[in-house]
């Protein structure tokens, strides 16, 4: 008899086993710790092999770029993009599918249109790309080959798993939020609102499970600080709402101003008819160029950006970065590089921010809350434009920075910079990649289920 009830348990608790397994939610949460834990350990291998390669180029690894390459020779900052992009052109040529980088755009691509499917070999070979070119000193971002590679992760863990459609959507943006920018909180509304589209509890419990298994990973190996030191800042007044108001709006312009321009210098390269393989190292010698004057707009411009936080840049200065940052990415894009636009959008944003910061500041300085604070403003603000994301845009400023007074200025401006450039621009920068390449994701998934329907059906 008690043999019989012994029996008669264990197969209940079996059974309860096997229903929580099968279960959506539980099998998804414990697969986004899964792939949060494996995109997190893959962004830091990234970042790692990017040091590596800046070793290779330049001599030294740590990011801040401008002070490790002082003491070379103009020559040798000429010539290390063009040598590294005329690798990066050979190597897509011969290994990359469809022969060219791949980034964030494509993430919305597989979401929308192929059901979280992506190509493992591809996201490989983009993150070497990417790698390759930011580490060869190319004007791009990290945080973006980064987010494709944690996409890639989870694809294949969504594919090994035959998990069905809308897990796999779910897992794809577990593996974005884990792999973004080391901000938890930002990380997981990017994820839902530039990759999934949507903020339903079911993707978005997942999501935040990965994000913080990410985040742990990534915080353990580079540690719990902050991406940029800054000196506090307090909002000097209630009047100065209006200036930030107006920077949103200038920050748009700049925002309208950098995607045309890439879009233009994609169109003149095209035009060239020059071999695909050989455009990074013509684009690398351009870059390089500009760098012999100007190193601050090698890589990921972080050490330039810090800089401009902690006001040590005189208006003319903070302008002409401005402009020279859009046209070193327009040219690091245009001539095939790859990479993302997250960091060249902080830069643009920092230097229009703190322009507009100095110039709002003579009238009334004593209402002013000092250039650095609106520096901050307008990395959100531009960036936020750019990447048609306002919502993860203002969690990743505050996030980055460790400064939260300034938080309802960053709101003032990233919405208002939003607005705009979507109304005078048309859609973010990666729906604008897309629709470059006759790829229209408008309505998400629910194209690719109609899309599947007959007439009959």
């Known amino acids: 008899m008690v043999r019989d009830y012994l029996s008669a348990g264990l197969r209940g608790i079996r059974g309860r086993a096997a229903a929580g397994i099968r279960n959506e939610q539980v099998l998804l949460s414990a ?117 494709h590679l944690g996409a890639t992760i989870a694809s294949y863990m969504g594919r090994r798993f035959r998990l069905a459609r809308s897990q796999s959507r779910t897992l794809l943006g577990c593996g974005v939020a884990a792999a973004s920018f080391n901000a938890p909180v930002a990380g997981v509304f990017f994820a839902l609102e530039v990759v999934i589209g949507h903020y339903a509890l079911t993707a978005f419990a997942p999501i935040v499970i990965a994000s913080v298994a990410g985040t742990i990973v990534a915080r353990v190996y580079f540690g719990d600080v902050p991406a940029f030191a800054m000196p506090p800042h307090e909002i000097a007044s209630f009047l100065e709402f209006g200036a930030f108001a107006l920077l949103g709006i200038t920050a748009a312009g700049a925002a309208i101003a950098f995607m045309r321009l890439m879009t233009l210098m994609q169109s003149l390269v095209d035009r060239t008819r020059l071999p695909y393989w050989l455009r990074p190292a013509i684009g690398g010698l351009a870059v390089g160029g500009i760098a012999i004057f100007y190193p601050e707009l090698l890589g990921v411009g972080y050490e330039a950006m810090d800089s401009a936080l902690n006001e040590h840049y005189l208006l003319g200065t903070l302008i002409l970065l401005a402009l020279l940052k859009m046209l070193a990415t327009a040219i690091s894009f245009g001539f095939g590089f790859g990479g993302g636009m997250f960091s060249p959008s902080l830069f643009i944003g920092a230097m229009v921010g703190g322009s507009f910061g100095i110039m709002a500041s003579i009238p009334y300085p004593n209402l002013s809350s000092g250039h650095g604070a609106y520096t901050l403003v307008g990395m959100g603000a531009v960036s936020g434009a750019v990447l048609g994301a306002p919502i993860s845009t203002m969690l990743i400023i505050v996030e980055l920075t460790g400064d939260y007074r300034l938080t309802i200025a960053v709101m003032v401006a990233v919405v208002i910079a939003s607005l705009l450039t979507r109304t005078l621009n048309g859609p973010s920068f990666f729906h604008k990649q897309l629709e470059a390449r006759g790829v229209m994701v408008r309505g998400g998934h629910d194209v690719e289920v109609l899309g599947g329907l007959t007439v009959s059906n």
Request: hydrophobic share 55%.
């Open 31 to 147: 697969l986004a710790v899964a792939v949060g834990t494996a995109a997190a350990f893959a962004a830091v291998l990234f970042r790692e092999l990017i040091g590596l390669i800046q070793t290779g180029f330049y001599g030294f690894g740590h990011e801040r770029v401008v002070s490790g390459v002082a003491g070379l020779a103009w020559w040798h900052l000429l010539l290390a993009p063009a040598q590294g992009g005329l690798l990066i052109g050979l190597y897509i040529h011969y290994f990359m599918p469809g022969r060219r980088p791949q980034g964030v755009a494509d993430v919305i691509e597989a979401n929308a249109l192929r059901a979280g499917r992506m190509s493992g070999r591809a996201g490989l070979g983009a993150a070497l790309v990417s790698a390759a070119s930011i580490g060869a000193g190319a004007s791009v971002g990290r945080e973006g080959p980064a987010v």
